[in-house]
């Protein structure tokens, strides 16, 4: 980038006579090309007195950037990705409204990329929408932050990540962990406060870390009370309704129904109540039933669903937030978003055998 000479009397001695550059503005103010750029584009990631000392020198010495150069840079620079493989609507949308938190008023905006990490070639794609966007960052929503060759791949292009999962995948990129065996074990708990003793699992699909985190906190918090999960009382299901209704049909049409039922998240609740309607099931006399998410949907059903709150928006924002960190700030390798249950009016004792 140059510029005109339009003031050349307040130039340091050496640059009489000559335009200054942005490798000048970095050299004279101590800090990096980058930073220079970013206050020129009108970056929040830049500490005020940074700024200020900056546009200072800038003004003395008559910089002015290249209009062009500020445009190509700009566009680099203010675009966030959001990249999810997940089945659940609300879910996804209830994280990007909190990524949307995040970004208001910081010139930031979001861009979504859904994909299937089941396919192949998907972590080229990933990659591919990372490049032609020219992203600053980019969210990784599970399944898809559960990926280690999806990390592994964008460290190497160069591209800073947040990963959301329910624990701590590595040690190295910033993670918001979402604690789900914890949630899992809280909602066991309960149950077992109730008085149910025969109790079933419906789980998310084997190939979601958080499925494998919410099975082992509720058949660990059992366990500790004494109570061993049979086999045939845990279902896989893949977090939809239409899995919800499949899992509820093996555990609540045989000759003798569970008591209770935990499912790995609202929609698969949802489909457990319809087949419990249908074949006249009392909820929560007969029924008891517990989700995981805390979705709008849970208020909704009727009876009001218990549920495992995840406090989705919040990790989303709590995402965002990691990325657009600014220059000179401690930035956190691990932030925790903590679950908790919302009891409503779907679980009651069970009733006398």
Not at 188 to 200: E, N, P, Q, T, V
Not at 249 to 264: D, M, N, Q, S, V
Not at 283 to 289: G, K, Q, V
Request: proline share 6%; glycine share 8%.
């Amino acid at each position: 980038m140059s510029v005109r000479n339009t003031n050349d009397a307040a130039k340091p001695a050496g640059m009489k006579g000559k335009a200054a550059t942005i490798n000048d503005i970095a050299r004279l103010s101590g800090v990096s090309k980058k930073t220079v750029s970013r206050i020129i584009n009108n970056s929040p990631l830049v500490r005020k007195d940074t700024r200020e000392k900056v546009e200072t020198l800038m003004r003395e010495v008559g910089y002015t950037p290249d209009p062009l150069a500020r445009g190509l840079a700009f566009r680099r620079s203010f675009l966030i990705g959001m990249v999810y493989d997940n089945p659940t609507a609300q879910y996804i949308v209830d994280m990007q409204y909190g990524a949307l938190d995040a970004l208001r008023g910081s010139s930031f905006e979001l861009v979504v990329h859904p994909c299937d990490s089941r396919s192949p070639g998907y972590i080229e794609g990933v990659c591919r929408f990372v490049q032609q966007q020219k992203l600053h960052g980019v969210i990784l929503v599970p399944r898809a932050s559960e990926d280690q060759a999806l990390a592994d791949a964008l460290e190497e292009i160069g591209c800073r990540f947040t990963r959301i999962a329910s624990l701590p995948l590595d040690e190295t990129s910033q993670m918001v962990v979402t604690h789900d065996r914890d949630g899992a074990a809280e909602a066991a708990d309960y149950l077992l406060s109730l008085g149910h003793r025969d109790i079933a699992l419906v789980t998310g699909p084997s190939a979601y870390r958080s499925a494998h985190e919410r099975t082992s906190g509720f058949i660990e918090a059992l366990a500790k009370r004494g109570i061993e999960l049979p086999k045939d009382r845990i279902v896989e299901a893949g977090y939809t309704f239409e899995s919800g209704v499949a899992a509820a049909e093996k555990l609540l049409l045989g000759k003798k129904r569970p008591t209770a039922i935990f499912t790995g998240n609202d929609e698969m609740a949802a489909g457990i109540y319809k087949v419990a309607l249908r074949a006249g099931i009392n909820i929560p006399r007969e029924l008891s039933i517990i989700g995981y998410d805390d979705s709008p949907l849970a208020s909704r059903l009727w009876p009001s669903l218990t549920s495992v709150r995840r406090h989705t928006r919040d990790t989303g924002r709590t995402a965002a937030a990691m990325l657009i960190q600014p220059d000179g700030q401690p930035t956190m390798q691990i932030a925790s978003v903590r679950p908790h249950l919302i009891v409503r009016d779907s679980c009651q004792p069970p009733q006398d055998e």
